[in-house]
């Protein structure tokens, strides 16, 4: 009997189910446009890009230099220094004093800064660890915290740390007050605490605990606060972990040097800035930096339409706009030298 024949002639033709439709965007047939590169597009480009950069660049760093800023340092690492006897005091709270003076108007409204050397914030294990749940208000995490937290989870009685974890139990806790000297008459300076944090990080990260009508005292019972925490620095039982001095620090920075925001000036007599005079700072020392060579500022600054004193913005413009001009100036000689040329004459 003779086998029956194979047709293999359709083997590989899709089926026409399998056929894309026939469109424009299916089959590739869509408009197209690719530019000709050539030396009177290229070389004026980059001739105004370069300008348009050293233009923006200038403007930044004029603006950068135009932000006033006053830094008082109170490490106390040697003696004589500001604060030299609390650094070297291990009892807490101990309390010392800066004056100053202010030849010029300091432009308004004005910010105070604390500033922190060698603390690195970014250290991994430093930075992980927290527990976010605990913080947005979870409360299976506030008895039962993280992890990550370890060994700031429980203290030594094994009761869960509200916050936990390495990060909250460094929180910095020195407390700072300003004092304006007029007329043999001392002035307290009005600082404000409010709005000094991220909106996303007060309104949405950090949230209280609730449970029915509990108060958050009530909630937080059978908690302990953070080991280093020292009694009236952060008190958890009325804003909990909305405090916004919290919410600034748990904000881990990326440079070992950086500063955080503290207060803000802009009230009363002093809301346009800060006038002439003599003035004072007195300082709760609460917060030790000699142990890991550390040291610390306060900083008082202005700002400008951009923000906080910044030249490296504008310094990496004029750089990239310089560097345009010149690659332009190198293409237009090329240009310029070889136009007109053969390829097999070059």
Same mark, same amino acid.
């Given at each position: ?5 194979? @047709? +293999?002639?359709? %083997?590989? !033709? ?5 056929? /894309? ?21 290229? $070389? ?5 890009? *370069?300008?348009?950069?050293? #233009? ?11 932000? %006033? !800023? ?10 004589? !220094? ?54 947005? #208000?979870?409360?299976? @995490? ?16 094994? =009761? /869960? ?23 043999? =008459? ?16 007060? @309104? ?20 302990? =606060? /953070? ?22 620090? &748990?904000?881990?920075?990326? $440079?070992?040097?950086?500063? %955080? ?6 009230? *009363?007599?002093?809301?346009? #800035?800060? /006038? ?20 610390? %500022?306060?900083? +008082?600054?202005?700002?400008?339409? &951009? ?6 913005? #504008? ?15 190198? &293409? $237009?000689?090329? +240009? ?11």
């Amino acid at each position: 009997m003779k086998p029956p024949s194979r @047709n +293999f002639s359709n %083997k590989h !033709e899709p089926l026409p189910c399998q056929r /894309p439709d026939n469109t424009s965007f299916t089959q590739q047939r869509l408009p197209a446009w690719q530019p000709f590169l050539s030396a009177s597009i290229i $070389l004026p480009l980059f001739f105004f890009i *370069g300008l348009s950069f050293i #233009g923006i660049g200038i403007g930044l760093y004029y603006s950068s230099n135009s932000i %006033k !800023e006053s830094e008082y340092d109170y490490t106390g690492a040697v003696s004589g !220094e500001p604060c030299s006897d609390c650094a070297a005091n291990a009892s807490r709270p101990c309390y010392c004093s800066i004056n100053f003076n202010i030849t010029e108007f300091f432009q308004g409204p004005v910010f105070m800064y604390y500033e922190l050397s060698n603390f690195y914030q970014n250290n991994y294990r430093y930075m992980i660890s927290r527990d976010d749940t605990q913080l947005s #208000g979870g409360l299976n @995490n506030l008895k039962n915290p993280a992890n990550e937290c370890a060994p700031y989870r429980v203290n030594s009685e094994q =009761k /869960p740390i509200a916050p936990c974890g390495a990060v909250a139990n460094s929180m910095f806790n020195d407390t700072i007050t300003l004092f304006y000297n007029k007329n043999g =008459k001392s002035t307290v300076v009005p600082l404000n605490g409010t709005g000094i944090s991220w909106w996303t990080d007060y @309104n949405i990260k950090f949230q209280n605990p609730t449970n029915g009508n509990l108060t958050l005292a009530q909630i937080l019972e059978g908690t302990s =606060k /953070p080991i280093n925490w020292q009694n009236g620095t952060y008190n958890l039982s009325e804003s909990g972990f909305k405090n916004e001095d919290f919410i600034v620090w &748990m904000r881990a920075a990326a $440079l070992p040097t950086f500063r %955080k925001l503290y207060r803000k000036i802009a009230s *009363g007599e002093f809301a346009d #800035g800060l /006038p002439v005079g003599e003035y004072q700072l007195r300082i709760e020392y609460n917060y030790p930096v000699i142990s890991f060579q550390g040291r610390k %500022k306060i900083v +008082f600054s202005s700002i400008s339409w &951009m923000g906080g004193k910044n030249p490296f913005l #504008g310094i990496a413009y004029l750089v990239f706009g310089s560097l345009c001009i010149v690659f332009a100036i190198i &293409m $237009l000689i090329v +240009f310029i030298k070889y136009q007109g040329k053969n390829d097999d004459d070059i």
